[in-house]
């Protein structure tokens, strides 16, 4: 593993990028992360090894991805993007057994073992709606070169819906921010994803300098949190919404962002689920016509040049199973965030925050019973609200381009249940980009 991050950090380091220009043709950009993880013995009443618990054990994991992001201008407003990427590791337990699961970065793979695969693969093109313009820097899958201050743009390939919808400015990058599962993302957003968290869409968006709508449709798998996409796709979808605004307070940025999500495909039901006579099973009752949807909410406001404040809420039905992302039904976060800007480390970051998640009542019923989603399932269930409290310090080393960030995490009632935990989380990241 260690020959391995040593060879991704040099074959990163070597990547030829091209310059800011006027008007950029070609963009490469590259990133790896490592996430080492320490979680020291806790209490809980039982356990079952073949349980998707959270395991009560002293625990140490690492893992590490790292990407390729290259771009290429095909004509006026016109570009494709093509980012292949490089996993492996583990998280704590898994991965499961916490909701808002401590560590971004980790997928629910069978195999630790680093494997490399497309993760994005996609075309843009933007149509103005404006004669001014703006200019953008070169980015991760972004040229470099003037953009309408006013356009609508459709995008059509494989995604991370995450790069589109549900940002903010303190909370959204486990490679950059918070790790926390619930903190990166809307724990109650079911988004359309594979089990790393791509998936073939079409996203059409409408963006002015103040306001922002997005819609996308997207394919979902085969199976919940599966590799493999269903490609019966006019009874398999999942569709997003999304409402943007941007303001100033106090000539302070500001933004709140309304999303609503629908998704159809073969799911199981938890309480036809109930009524098998043995321990229940949500997979064995899957059937196409059932539906999950929700509504989120999620805002920033900076308070000083330095630090801002976010938050975000969510729900959704809870009736049908999890699909794509984690067992949260309902959640509600808090945090701070901001830069080192007052001593002078401006390019340093810290926050702390706080998420609660929770079940529909038909879920924590299903999971009392002995039933089991793709991350959660004690076996029992002594039902509570989940918390995890998060806090970092990101220290930026040699010319702002390698990151070093240590973090601590407090998980109060993992898998919602009071007989386990707390749980302390000890994390050391190191984030390299170019």
Same mark, same amino acid.
């Given at each position: ?23 950029? &043709? ?39 991805? /790292? ?5 290429? &201008?095909? !004509? ?21 057994? @916490? ?8 997928? &629910? @793979? ?35 070169? +003037? ?20 940002? =903010? ?10 790790? /926390? !599962? ?6 109650? !957003? ?19 300098? %103040? ?20 490609? +019966? ?16 307070? %106090? =000539?302070?940025?500001? #933004? ?62 809870? +009736? ?12 509600? /976060?808090?945090?701070? #965030?901001?830069?080192?800007? %007052? !001593? ?8 702390? #925050? ?63 249940? +009071?007989? &386990? ?14």
């Amino acid at each position: 593993m260690n020959k391995l991050i040593l060879a991704i950090f040099v074959c990163c380091s070597t990547t030829v990028l091209a310059q800011d220009s006027l008007n950029e &043709r070609f963009t490469f950009h590259a990133q790896a992360t490592v996430i080492m993880q320490y979680k020291p013995m806790f209490t809980a009443k039982y356990t079952n090894v073949n349980a998707n618990s959270l395991q009560p054990n002293e625990e140490t994991q690492t893992s590490i991805t /790292s990407t390729l992001f290259a771009g290429a &201008r095909l !004509w006026k407003n016109g570009s494709i993007y093509f980012n292949p990427e490089i996993a492996g590791g583990s998280g704590l337990s898994s991965a499961l057994g @916490v909701a808002s699961s401590t560590n971004g970065e980790t997928f &629910r @793979v069978g195999s630790a073992e680093p494997k490399l695969y497309v993760a994005r693969m996609y075309f843009k093109q933007l149509f103005s709606l404006s004669k001014s313009s703006t200019y953008q820097s070169s980015d991760f899958n972004q040229l470099a070169g +003037k953009m309408p201050e006013k356009y609508i743009a459709v995008t059509v390939g494989k995604i991370c819906l995450g790069d589109f919808f549900d940002a =903010n400015s303190f909370s959204h990058d486990p490679r950059t921010q918070f790790i /926390s !599962w619930g903190l990166m993302s809307n724990g109650a !957003w079911d988004y359309a994803a594979n089990t790393r968290g791509y998936t073939p869409s079409i996203v059409v968006e409408y963006f002015t300098k %103040k306001n922002e709508i997005r819609w996308v449709t997207s394919m979902v798998p085969t199976t919940a949190n599966g590799g493999k996409m269903n490609e +019966k796709i006019t009874q398999a979808n999942a569709n997003t919404l999304e409402f943007v605004h941007h303001y100033t307070f %106090k =000539n302070k940025d500001g #933004a709140v962002r309304l999303l609503s999500f629908f998704t159809t495909t073969d799911m199981g039901n938890y309480a036809q689920a109930m009524m098998q006579t043995s321990t229940p099973d949500i997979t064995a009752n899957r059937m196409y016509g059932r539906t999950k949807y929700g509504f989120c909410i999620n805002a920033e406001q900076w308070l000083t040049s330095s630090i801002g404040l976010f938050a975000r809420a969510g729900w959704n039905d809870g +009736k049908n199973e999890t699909w794509h992302f984690t067992e949260i039904d309902k959640t509600l /976060s808090l945090g701070l #965030a901001g830069n080192g800007l %007052k !001593w002078k480390r401006v390019a340093d970051t810290y926050g702390i #925050a706080t998420v609660l998640s929770g079940l529909s009542n038909q879920h924590k019923n299903y999971l009392k019973a002995g039933g089991k989603g793709f991350i959660l399932g004690d076996g029992n269930l002594n039902y509570g609200l989940e918390n995890v409290t998060e806090a970092y310090y990101s220290v930026a080393l040699n010319k702002n381009n390698i990151f070093l960030t240590a973090t601590y995490q407090f998980v109060i009632n993992p898998g919602y249940n +009071k007989d &386990r935990g707390p749980a302390h989380v000890f994390s050391v990241k190191c984030h390299f980009e170019i």
